[in-house]
């Protein structure tokens, strides 16, 4: 099956200028060649010629979707990158394990080279700036109301830092992905529940009441 | 005064090619923008040129001193990005406001944003990969250190693991530089020596014996 000519099949949406389907399985693979390319060269390199070559589908099927190389990112992060997920287990170790294991999972993943670039990258390009900082909201938003429930529990020391609990726990896991070397990762990544374990279990040891 | 002409004063090297002494604020000038060609726009879009335009300089006199682009970002990492000191104060919470210092120092600094430009894209610049190495290194045999001597002096449990205790010191204080918008980094500047201290005592509380 080629991509380049864009065949019309599967219950794709129907294009509004021309009136044929699109093809569902052509934009998700446009979007993973987007955040490949995003994630290796970053901003500088990402071009409609690149996403399109990676993709192997032609311009034009690019262009009959996104009018540009903004609007095609912005679709890559909304579908590829995505923000943290309340968490409500019970129990603050393992509300803090699965933020751990979400961020890991984000930055070890597929569009893991994407999501970390973007954290850098984000203010340099105004149009995705915005979907970064919904990103951060999200975590502050988990993590805030996973340290509200543990301080009510007694499980937290009151007038414990959000800040510096994602600081620590993101970051945690950020240092682990950008440390880990490309040929390493696949292994890397078969371990990282054991990680979330002990990255919080390290850290939690410095806040729990009692 | 220009540097479009690459004005022969001061105690410059003696240029072997040309016998011309070499300035030394051309250099420091091309070696700055290099730093924040590369800090905003990333190796895809690192290029003499554009660090020429940057410095004021001709390309010229960026070629008299660098054979290539590559040379040039190994050249301005080897004098802006600086390994992490050895830090000996007899204090394991002393010592890790130190570490976290230098940290956030190089993440702030002038040349921050190249900085952690390099964590990134460090493995897809083979030119520059070992100097990342060895900024890693260095962070990994200070940590090892301090860890060793706080564990001998009662400070630190016995295993106090070193990898864990540099994702959540380094780890946090990159998350912290990273979620800092670029109009606030002067203030949220200001505050690092505060903020090295909460975070040690925060990641510290869970460490430290009895």
């Not at 959000?162 to 993101?170: E, N, P, R």
Request: neutral net charge.
């Amino acid at each position: 099956m080629s991509f380049t000519n864009d065949p019309p099949h599967g219950p794709g949406e129907v294009n509004s200028v021309a009136g044929r389907p699109r093809d569902p399985e052509v934009d998700r693979r446009v979007l993973r060649a987007a955040a490949e390319v995003f994630g290796e060269d970053g901003w500088g390199r990402f071009t409609v010629d690149a996403v399109a070559r990676r993709a192997g589908v032609g311009k034009a099927s690019i262009y009959l979707r996104w009018p540009n190389k903004k609007e095609l990112l912005a679709s890559c992060l909304e579908a590829r990158v995505t923000p943290v997920a309340d968490i409500d287990t019970g129990s603050v170790r393992e509300d803090l394990v699965q933020l751990a294991g979400q961020m890991l999972t984000s930055f070890f993943g597929a569009s893991g080279r994407a999501t970390t670039r973007l954290l850098m990258e984000a203010d340099r390009i105004p149009e995705v700036a915005e979907r970064v900082k919904e990103l951060r909201q999200s975590q502050v938003l988990a993590a805030r109301a996973i340290v509200r429930r543990a301080i009510a529990r007694g499980e937290l020391k009151p007038g414990t830092s959000v800040t510096l609990l994602l600081d620590a726990i993101v970051g945690g896991c950020l240092n682990h992905a950008l440390a880990t070397p490309d040929d390493l990762r696949g292994r890397v990544g078969e371990g990282l529940t054991d990680y979330a374990v002990q990255l919080v279990d390290f850290v939690l040891g410095g806040v729990t009441a009692g």
